[in-house]
């Protein structure tokens, strides 16, 4: 029965996930450290950003709400807004917003079109914001992509300035790229080839996002190249016997998953399979939507918290060639069971939790807490004890990243704990809180004390997340 | 004509001095009534949770969590024991809110928190019921409410043997989580091999 209650939830999850991906207009930001999404607001017809949202993985950022005035600190300015004013006092200076200020239960909006012009007064980088595609480049960065067609073979080689990890969808006579995380830019429009198979290409930014699609009069198939710098699209080998070749960092997975990432609008369910897919480290910012978290100061909510360390984990990950996504970009409610189910279809290499607290100091990881009377691996796992068979390499990845803080003379303390998703999870995973610096509840925003802590939790992972040979694939390698 | 005058103004002075005693008479009540509203639950937040001892005693351990080191911590203390084991079950988990609920506590609890009952499950189970203050007051945060979790589930086995499956309910109800993290929609396993550390 109670398996029953988990299937529906599931299901339920999966519809509202597709559900608000479309619904939801997603803008993303991109740095040289970084890159996410926040999701536009509707107001009166008028497009509006959550201020917090955006700059809260910029740097460290405070924010408090005073009738109605909303009154910013980030890094070392100060800034006021008011509520349906459309004067604002940035930094110091009174700029003008394009329609007024918005205060959305105690959220922060700011009109789309004067964000630049905010941002513009608190960062000190260059911006570039690519309207309507709604992406924003600070700082410069931006990978470019050029494309080279090579009649003989045929195929279609993609090379890249940066590395990249794009989600890869196909349909009968369609191959679909879509970069979320990379601020990959090239000329729009389609360039058609002189060929049956691969017919043409085209590039198109919107909604936060590129995408690259190829048309094709057969299957294709993508093979990551040089470190993620290239991608080279060649027709599926008529002998159906092999495997698609293996990435160059990472193994292959055996069974094609979806991307589990709740935000992205790419590769919508019951499309044909991914014809590349990487495994990936799944990071669960804590709480989100109705569900705050602890009140970790009377500004400071737990959740906001999760997805800026979130989002800085991904961005240690990735610096260290590991895949990881997020299981929310934005403020969004998710339930233990959509937590767990979104990162079991994912098949991870690992699952983070990532939570905050205010006792004590450091940082602390956990691992799932199952009772003795739990089955242990089996032939059928239930929901509640999926962990179990994966416990002993989720003490193991706990052990790797506290050693991890240790040698960085960060306090550290690991326990077993009852906290879901944990035990549903069905893959490698730890619950990792993070503590203010010196009691300060301000330094959980502070962008150096993120970034050394998620080094450290990164260099843990990479430490104990070396591929585990796949019966039957690893061959290729 | 003029004596009855004369008696009519003493009688006003009289009556005036009347209405003015009733008046304060009735505000020194309303006082007392006030005070006497404010004066039980004054006394239920600062009151140690544990009974005076009379009668039979008994030495028990407690596990104390300690919000300082994230630890547990094996600590004794004398408790009344009633014949009941329910009822010295809900003794012993009293005796160690008292310490949380105290002064100098190494992990604060909301004032006002109580365990309403405690029913020992044979073979192996024990179910603690705990009041709305104790959840709805609890701290947010995975190690805070792990550390009040597991020293009670420890506090229950290391004084009656066999009990080993712990569930906290609260006003009778099953919970999601404590206040956000710790889940208490599960059993907490006393018997697990990997256990929430203790200090040495
Ligand atoms: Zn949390």
Same mark, same amino acid.
């Given at each position: 029965m109670k398996s029953c209650r988990h299937a529906v939830a599931i299901v339920v999850a999966i519809v509202a996930l597709v559900a608000t991906a479309a619904d939801d207009q997603r803008f993303s930001i991109y740095t040289p450290h970084t890159s996410y999404s926040v999701t536009l607001v509707d107001r009166d017809g008028r497009q509006y950003v959550p201020l917090f949202e955006v700059l #809260?993985?910029?740097?460290?950022?405070?924010?408090?709400?005073?009738?109605?005035?909303?009154?910013?600190?980030?890094?070392?300015?100060?800034?006021?807004?008011?509520?349906?004013?459309?004067?604002?006092?940035?930094?110091?200076?009174?700029?003008?917003?394009? #329609?007024?200020?918005?205060?959305?239960?105690?959220?922060?909006?700011?009109?789309? *079109?004067?964000?630049?012009?905010?941002?513009? *007064?608190?960062?000190?980088?260059?911006?570039?914001?690519?309207?309507?595609?709604?992406?924003?480049?600070?700082?410069g960065v931006i990978t470019?992509?050029?494309?080279?067609?090579?009649?003989?073979?045929?195929?279609?080689?993609?090379?890249?300035?940066?590395?990249?990890?794009?989600?890869i969808s196909t349909e009968p006579g369609?191959?679909?790229?879509?970069?979320?995380?990379?601020?990959?830019?090239?000329?729009?429009?389609?360039?058609?080839?002189?060929?049956?198979?691969?017919? #043409?290409?085209?590039?198109?930014?919107?909604?936060?996002? #590129?995408?690259?699609?190829?048309?094709?009069?057969?299957?294709?198939?993508?093979?990551?190249?040089?470190?993620? *710098?290239?991608?080279?699209?060649?027709?599926?080998?008529?002998?159906?016997?092999q495997a698609p070749p293996p990435a160059a960092t990472t193994p292959p997975v055996p069974a094609p998953a979806p991307t589990p990432e709740a935000a992205s609008p790419s590769a919508p369910q019951g499309r044909a399979p991914a014809t590349h897919v990487r495994a990936t480290v799944v990071i669960d910012p804590g709480h989100g939507g109705d569900d705050r978290g602890a009140a970790l100061s009377g500004s400071l909510a737990e959740k906001d918290v999760t997805l800026a360390w979130a989002r800085r984990l991904r961005a240690a990950l990735e610096q260290k060639g590991i895949p990881a996504s997020l299981l929310r970009e934005g403020d969004t409610s998710l339930s233990f069971d959509q937590r767990a189910a979104l990162t079991n279809a994912a098949r991870p290499l690992a699952f983070i939790t990532l939570h905050a607290g205010t006792t004590g100091a450091g940082v602390?990881?956990?691992?799932?807490?199952?009772?003795?009377?739990?089955?242990?691996?089996?032939?059928?796992?239930?929901?509640?004890?999926?962990?179990?068979?994966?416990?002993?390499?989720?003490?193991?990845?706990?052990?790797?990243?506290?050693?991890?803080?240790?040698?960085?003379?960060?306090?550290?303390?690991?326990?077993?704990?009852?906290? *879901?998703?944990?035990?549903?999870?069905?893959?490698?995973?730890?619950?990792?809180?993070?503590?203010?610096?010196?009691?300060?509840?301000?330094?959980?925003m502070d962008a150096t004390y993120q970034q050394s802590i998620c080094a450290a939790i990164a260099d843990g992972i990479a430490g104990v997340s070396k591929p585990a040979p796949q019966p039957g694939a690893g061959a290729a390698r | 004509m003029t004596q009855r005058v004369e008696m009519t103004l003493r009688l006003k002075i009289l009556l005036l001095l009347l209405v003015i005693a009733v008046a304060a008479l009735g505000y020194y009540a309303l006082r007392l009534k006030r005070q006497a509203e404010r004066l039980p639950t004054g006394v239920m937040d600062t009151r140690p949770i544990a009974p005076p001892i009379s009668g039979p005693t008994e030495r028990v351990t407690l596990y104390v969590a300690n919000d300082s080191d994230g630890m547990l911590h094996r600590q004794d203390a004398i408790i009344a024991v009633p014949g009941d084991p329910n009822e010295r079950a809900r003794q012993l988990l009293r005796a160690l809110l008292s310490i949380y609920l105290g002064k100098r506590s190494p992990h604060p609890l909301g004032s006002g928190a109580d365990v309403k009952y405690v029913f020992l499950v044979k073979p192996n189970m024990a179910i603690v019921d705990t009041n709305a203050a104790f959840a709805d007051t609890h701290r947010s945060g995975i190690l805070v409410e792990q550390l009040t979790v597991a020293s009670i589930a420890r506090t229950l086995a290391a004084n009656f043997p066999g009990t080993i499956r712990v569930k906290i309910l609260v006003e009778g109800k099953e919970r999601e989580t404590l206040a956000g993290h710790a889940d208490l929609s599960d059993f907490y396993d006393t018997a697990a091999g990997d256990q929430f550390p203790v200090a040495q």
């Open positions: #809260a993985p910029l740097g460290s950022t405070a924010a408090h709400q005073d009738g109605d005035k909303w009154k910013l600190k980030f890094n070392n300015t100060e800034s006021e807004f008011k509520s349906g004013k459309n004067k604002a006092k940035v930094n110091r200076k009174n700029i003008d917003l394009s #329609a007024p200020f918005v205060i959305d239960n105690g959220r922060a909006l700011v009109p789309l *079109r004067s964000l630049v012009s905010v941002l513009a *007064r608190l960062v000190p980088d260059s911006l570039e914001q690519r309207e309507p595609a709604h992406r924003l480049f600070i700082g470019e992509l050029k494309t080279e067609f090579q009649s003989a073979g045929p195929k279609l080689v993609l090379r890249f300035s940066a590395p990249v990890n794009p989600s369609r191959l679909r790229m879509v970069f979320t995380r990379e601020p990959v830019i090239a000329a729009a429009g389609t360039q058609a080839f002189d060929d049956k198979t691969i017919r #043409a290409a085209s590039f198109s930014e919107h909604d936060g996002i #590129a995408e690259l699609t190829i048309n094709s009069g057969a299957p294709l198939l993508a093979t990551f190249g040089e470190q993620n *710098r290239t991608i080279t699209i060649a027709p599926v080998p008529q002998v159906r016997a602390r990881i956990y691992t799932a807490h199952l009772g003795e009377t739990a089955p242990r691996a089996g032939s059928f796992l239930p929901w509640d004890a999926a962990q179990a068979s994966f416990l002993d390499s989720s003490r193991a990845l706990a052990g790797s990243v506290a050693a991890e803080m240790t040698k960085r003379s960060i306090p550290v303390g690991t326990a077993p704990v009852l906290l *879901r998703p944990l035990n549903n999870v069905a893959a490698s995973a730890v619950a990792i809180e993070v503590m203010p610096l010196a009691g300060n509840v301000a330094s959980l | -």
